[in-house]
């Protein structure tokens, strides 16, 4: 049997890749130690914006699919840069490399006590097909069929590198059954075959859910959680402080030493795959003009950002995708901080004067963009910053409804999976710059054709070369997440995407 552990050896971040649906693993130990904290299972965690929805074949935004891993699975998880069996015990890959064959693990339940077969593998990977948020990630599928019960075979068009990264271990398992019998409603009260149960939505709210008896990896330590909504980052420390809530991912940089400093809190520093850049819909003003995007791209300060609007913690980036990605050379890199040549540039510009927007989702880009608004004063470029309710401002990016924004992509590390946001079929989807070219198409295309690492990487080259000539967009750093939590609180693994499944946590 042909057998592809990864094409991601060596890169050492990659502890945990895996931010679509997700696997997990139940907690060796439920209770450790003693104090007031010995008997608690539950948790109360803060996020800084609603998700946008519950769809399950959405791909588009990290904490829609950060909040699913904990109810729904995948075929395969990983482990650090290893593919390891979670829905599928074991798998194998032809001669050919287009045809993966899945053996599912016997005896999965669905939380409507369903058990899990090789139909509801087939029908689930058929929706995410016909899903626009994952129509790069499946271009390559031929035909999904189940074999038996327990076995389903994927054939291929042709050789698709990343497809185990992007298909087996990012779509979502759901229940044919239940979701054909029950249509939207069974988009919006989710069964799976997680760790956890969804119980309900409060939209802007809450979302509660609770253990699940029957889950196939067993018993779990926290038994319920509500994820609650905490928009205000300086009211997430406080409700942290109060003990109104045990865990916050909305953690401002500046409370970071505060809450260092408190025996009762613990905060850790989780390097993440995210990527932070300025994007902007190249097809409106003054954004269409190539010597503007040059200006904006030489005028970016990334040492003041990183230390001001971030207190320091973050690291600096001119490449789109870092060096843990698989496609990183270096070899192409975007300009650094250069005043002189900004000026250059932007008197060849046909910019006048003209106040440009900037829209943020929240409070870390806006002190971001305060920045950039002050050092784009001195070049005379005037821009007004609009902070937006977190799914408005990504409506609007996603539809091109506006000129100037800050994001964090968070991807898997292969530089296949940015086609999503510069190839055409991610336009109206997660192709924010709203770029359209034949060319980084084509490049897209060959790139995960061959298994070639050294081929790959001439291809992600090409492409970021175009980026960088183009100015498609700016990097300015790599994302370190800070989540605070209760003392008592053990979290025992940390996504790369910064966030922490609550399979992995345990009262002290």
Not at 157 to 185: D, H, Q, R, W
Request: net charge negative; charged share 20%; proline share 3%.
């Amino acid at each position: 049997m042909k057998r592809i552990l990864s094409l991601l050896t060596g890169m050492a971040l990659v502890a945990a890749i895996l931010t679509g649906c997700g696997g997990n693993k139940p907690q060796e130990s439920a209770s450790q130690g003693g104090g007031s904290s010995a008997s608690k299972d539950s948790v109360v965690m803060a996020l800084s914006g609603d998700i946008s929805n519950l769809n399950p074949w959405d791909n588009t935004v990290l904490i829609d699919r950060f909040v699913r891993t904990n109810y729904y699975e995948t075929l395969l998880d990983m482990d650090g840069t290893e593919f390891v069996p979670l829905l599928a015990e074991d798998y194998s890959i032809s001669e050919s490399g287009t045809e993966y064959t899945f053996m599912l693990k016997k005896g999965v339940k669905f939380h409507n006590s369903d058990e899990l077969t090789a139909e509801d593998v087939v029908y689930s990977i058929e929706q995410a097909r016909l899903s626009s948020s994952f129509s790069a990630e499946t271009a390559a599928i031929e035909k999904v069929e189940a074999v038996d019960d327990y076995t389903v075979k994927v054939t291929l068009s042709e050789v698709n590198a990343p497809f185990l990264l992007s298909v087996a271990a990012k779509v979502c398992i759901t229940n044919k059954e239940y979701m054909e019998a029950n249509g939207e409603a069974a988009i919006n009260a989710p069964i799976g075959t997680g760790p956890y149960r969804f119980v309900s939505r409060e939209a802007g709210s809450k979302i509660i859910m609770e253990a699940f008896e029957d889950w196939h990896g067993g018993e779990v330590a926290i038994k319920n959680a509500e994820f609650r909504v905490v928009a205000d980052s300086s009211a997430a420390v406080m409700s942290l402080e109060a003990g109104d809530i045990d865990l916050t991912y909305t953690l401002p940089t500046i409370s970071v030493a505060q809450l260092q400093e408190n025996s009762n809190m613990t905060v850790s520093m989780v390097p993440t795959q995210g990527s932070a850049y300025l994007v902007y819909n190249i097809n409106n003003a003054p954004f269409d003009d190539l010597n503007f995007r040059k200006a904006i791209s030489y005028s970016v300060d990334r040492d003041t950002i990183i230390a001001a609007a971030l207190d320091g913690i973050g690291m600096k980036s001119v490449s789109i995708w870092g060096p843990t990605t698989v496609g990183y050379t270096g070899n192409y890199t975007f300009p650094e901080y250069d005043i002189e040549k900004a000026k250059e540039y932007l008197a060849q510009s046909n910019y006048n004067g003209e106040t440009i927007q900037f829209i943020v989702g929240n409070d870390t880009y806006k002190r971001s963009a305060v920045i950039l608004q002050n050092e784009w004063a001195k070049l005379g470029i005037n821009v007004e910053i609009v902070q937006m309710e977190s799914n408005a401002w990504i409506s609007d990016m996603k539809n091109g409804n506006y000129q100037l924004s800050l994001v964090i992509h968070t991807v898997e590390p292969d530089a296949d999976l940015w086609s999503t946001r510069f190839a055409s079929t991610g336009i109206g989807i997660s192709n924010m710059s709203h770029v359209q070219r034949d060319d980084l198409d084509e490049l897209f295309l060959q790139g995960r054709s061959t298994t070639d690492i050294d081929e790959r990487c001439g291809y992600y080259d090409e492409i970021m070369k175009i980026l960088v000539d183009e100015a498609i967009v700016v990097p300015i750093y790599y994302r370190t997440m800070t989540p605070a939590y209760n003392a008592n609180l053990v979290v025992d693994r940390f996504e790369t995407s910064g966030y922490a499944r609550m399979v992995y946590m345990h009262w002290k």
